[in-house]
C-alpha cells in the first residue's frame, strides 16, 4: 500500500475524492466552433473518434494534430510535467507508482490542506504540546541555509541571518532545482562527478491554476469531473477538472499547464493569466455566457527559490547509475528528497521512502560504522 493513503484516509481523515477520467473521451474541446463533421459535433470531438486517438496514442511520427496532441498532453506531460520527446521510458513504463499501488488517484479537499501530513510525520519524532503542535526547540524554522562547509570531522551549516550550526553530519533535503541554483554553497565544492548528476536530471515545472468565477456555465454530473481543451497549441491550457463534488457552489474550475506554459505564465501578471483563461473558455463554450474570472490562484514554483520547480523527471539517457550517484553522500554530506526516490521520484511518497532510505545510509555510517556507499556501474 501507498505508506501516505493510510495517513490520509484513516489516521488523519482528510476529506478526499477519486478522480473520475472514465468518460474523458466525450469531453474534449475544439478551439474553433465548427458546424458537425464525421470527427466533430459544434463545440466537442465526437466520443468515438477521441477514443480512437487515445487508442492510437504511442505513434512513431508524433501527434500533428489538435486532438492528437493534448491526447499525448494529458497521457504524458500532464503526469511527468514533461513531453514524452525527453521524458526517459527508464522510470515511466511501466510507471511504478500506479503499478505498485493502483491506478486510483485522488484528490484532497479538505480545510486542514495536504501540509497536515508533513505535520503529522514531524509529530512523530518531534517534542509535541498537548494540542499536538510542534514545539520542539530543535526545529528551525524560517532559516534560509546559505552555506554548508564539510571537513573530516564534521560540518558546519550558516544561514542567512547568519546563524552558526555544528553536526557530526548534515542531510540536505532541499530539491534538485535549489541544488541546481546558487542558493546553497558548499564549501569545499561539491567533487564533479557529483555536480554532474545533480544537472543530468531535470526539475519539472507542473502548475494547477484554480479560477473561481460568479456562476457555473460548465458541464456537471457523472462523467463530467475532467475535460480536456484540444488546442493547436500543444499544451495551451489542456487538462481541466471542475469541483462540483469537491467544493460545492464554489463555482471553481482547475486547469493544469507546465513545463514551458508555466514558466511563461509565471512571468505575467494574474490578470494577464485570467484573461487567457476566459478566452480559452470562452472558445470553449460558444452558446454559453462566460463571464470574467473573479478570482485566480497561480502557484509559482519556478519563480520561488526554495523550490526552483514542481518535481524532479527522468530525461533520457539517465538510468539507475546516475540516481545512485544523486543520492550518494559526499562524505558528511547526505542527500535525500524525492529525487532521491528510485522508484518513485515526483511523488510524496517518494519522499517519504527516500527520507527513510537515506537515514538508514546515515545511521549504518554514525553508528555501525559501514560508510561506503556502493554506487553500480552503470553498464553493469
Excluded at 459544434?42 to 494534430?65: C, F, L, M, S
Aim: net charge negative.
Amino acid at each position: 500500500m501507498n505508506p501516505i493513503w493510510p495517513i490520509v484516509n484513516s489516521t488523519l481523515k482528510l476529506r478526499n475524492f477519486r478522480s473520475d477520467f472514465d468518460y474523458l473521451a466525450q469531453n474534449v474541446y475544439k478551439e474553433e466552433y465548427v458546424e458537425r463533421t464525421a470527427e466533430q459535433a459544434g463545440g466537442v470531438y465526437d466520443e468515438n473518434y477521441v477514443q480512437k486517438r487515445i487508442d492510437q496514442a504511442d505513434k512513431p511520427n508524433g501527434p500533428a494534430t489538435p486532438v492528437d496532441m493534448v491526447v499525448d498532453y494529458f497521457k504524458y506531460d500532464y503526469e511527468f510535467a514533461e513531453p514524452p520527446r525527453v521524458t526517459s521510458l527508464q522510470n515511466t513504463v511501466p510507471l511504478p507508482t500506479f503499478s505498485d499501488f493502483g491506478d486510483d488517484v485522488y484528490f484532497v479537499a479538505d480545510q486542514r490542506g495536504y501540509e497536515s501530513v508533513v505535520y503529522y510525520i514531524a509529530g512523530q519524532y518531534l517534542k509535541t504540546d498537548k494540542s499536538g503542535k510542534i514545539v520542539d526547540p530543535r526545529l528551525q524554522l524560517n532559516k534560509v541555509v546559505r552555506e554548508i562547509s564539510y571537513s573530516a570531522s564534521g560540518v558546519t551549516v550558516k544561514t542567512e541571518d547568519n546563524s552558526v550550526y555544528k553536526a557530526d553530519y548534515v542531510m540536505v533535503s532541499a530539491s534538485l532545482g535549489v541544488l541546481q541554483s546558487d542558493l546553497i554553497q558548499f564549501k569545499p565544492q561539491l567533487p564533479p562527478w557529483k555536480v554532474v548528476s545533480i544537472y543530468q536530471f531535470d526539475m519539472a515545472v507542473y502548475t494547477k491554476i484554480f479560477v473561481k468565477f460568479p456562476t457555473k456555465f460548465w458541464p456537471e454530473g457523472k462523467g463530467r469531473e475532467f475535460f480536456l481543451y484540444a488546442s493547436s497549441r500543444r499544451g495551451y491550457y489542456g487538462v481541466w477538472q471542475e469541483f462540483e463534488a469537491q467544493y460545492p457552489d464554489a463555482n471553481v474550475l482547475l486547469v493544469t499547464v507546465t513545463d514551458e506554459e508555466s514558466r511563461r505564465i509565471e512571468q505575467q501578471s494574474d490578470n494577464q493569466t485570467k484573461a487567457e483563461i476566459v478566452e480559452v473558455l470562452r472558445k470553449m463554450f460558444p452558446g454559453k455566457d462566460v463571464p470574467d474570472a473573479t478570482d485566480i490562484l497561480v502557484p509559482r514554483w519556478w519563480s520561488n527559490r526554495f523550490y526552483k520547480g514542481t518535481f524532479s523527471n527522468w530525461p533520457i539517457g539517465v538510468n539507475r547509475y546516475e540516481y545512485d550517484q544523486l543520492r550518494a553522500p559526499v562524505g558528511r554530506v547526505y542527500f535525500t528528497g524525492e529525487h532521491t526516490s528510485e522508484h518513485y521520484n515526483g511523488y510524496v511518497h517518494g519522499a517519504y521512502l527516500s527520507g527513510i532510505d537515506s537515514a538508514e545510509i546515515l545511521i549504518n555510517c554514525a553508528q555501525k560504522k559501514r560508510c561506503k556507499y556502493h554506487v553500480q556501474g552503470k553498464y553493469d
